[in-house]
């Protein structure tokens, strides 16, 4: 029972590079999140998606982009990295009003 | 907006204590709250939920939490501390936006409870 696949799950990057992160969760689920974690901050929502075809700005949506390939997959795009988007990153998955369910996360540095 | 304050960063006990920490939130609609939780290099797992049926929600491994509507509270107790409860706690509220039936997610910064032998 995989839920919330998340790859990679260590990444360095220098600044001024890009790369995508994805997800994918098999739960059949229609709304999918992006979040960062960073200490003392709790998680912040970057972007998410009600439906595949849809995406939203969440709290912190700035040098981030997004992509809902299908249902399944949730990716998001660093165009041109920055020191301060050194981060771990959730995405997480629901239907309807049921629970946020997580993976476990990408933990990006950016040099 | 909402919002929610989670009070203590750090909340250290000794096994077999009280487990006790504190949510309150700001809603302008009844609010639906959760509680996660995250061990080291782990994601978020959920520990329970409020979604207006009873005030007393249970939850996995012992946790509790009572939703206060005058207090605008939900604070998260278990009665007996053990040691693999050492971890990190978030509580969030749901925000509803319109026309939807999805809900986005608030989170408080986390409180990071220790328990020691």
């Known amino acids: 029972n995989a839920g919330v696949t998340q790859t990679p799950k260590f990444q360095v990057l220098k600044t001024g590079q890009s790369m995508t992160l994805q997800c994918a969760q098999d739960m059949n689920h229609n709304s999918m999140y992006w979040y960062r974690q960073d200490p003392g901050m709790g998680l912040r929502l970057i972007y998410y998606?009600?439906?595949?075809?849809?995406?939203d700005k969440g709290e912190v949506p700035n040098g981030y982009n997004v992509s809902r390939l299908n249902k399944r997959e949730f990716s998001l795009r660093l165009e041109s990295a920055a020191p301060s988007q050194t981060s771990v990153y959730f995405c997480?998955?629901?239907?309807?009003?049921?629970?946020?369910?997580f993976g476990d996360g990408t933990r990006l540095s950016i040099l | 907006a909402q919002s929610v304050t989670q009070l203590g960063s750090h909340v250290s006990v000794s096994e077999g204590a009280l487990v006790l920490l504190r949510c309150n939130y700001s809603s302008s609609v009844p609010p639906y709250l959760f509680w996660y939780v995250q061990y080291p290099n782990q994601g978020l797992q959920l520990l329970l939920k409020?979604?207006?049926?009873?005030?007393l929600v249970k939850g996995i491994n012992g946790f509790e939490a009572e939703f206060k509507k005058s207090e605008t509270s939900f604070h998260l107790t278990k009665p007996s501390a053990h040691m693999s409860d050492a971890a990190e706690y978030f509580c969030?509220?749901?925000?509803?936006?319109?026309?939807?039936?999805?809900?986005?997610?608030?989170f408080g910064k986390g409180t990071l409870l220790t328990v020691n032998p």
């Open positions: 409020y979604t207006s049926a009873a005030t």
């Open positions: 998606s009600a439906s595949e075809g849809t995406t």
């Open positions: 969030a509220v749901s925000d509803q936006w319109s026309g939807g039936s999805n809900y986005k997610l608030t």
């Open positions: 997480a998955s629901s239907a309807g009003n049921q629970p946020q369910h």
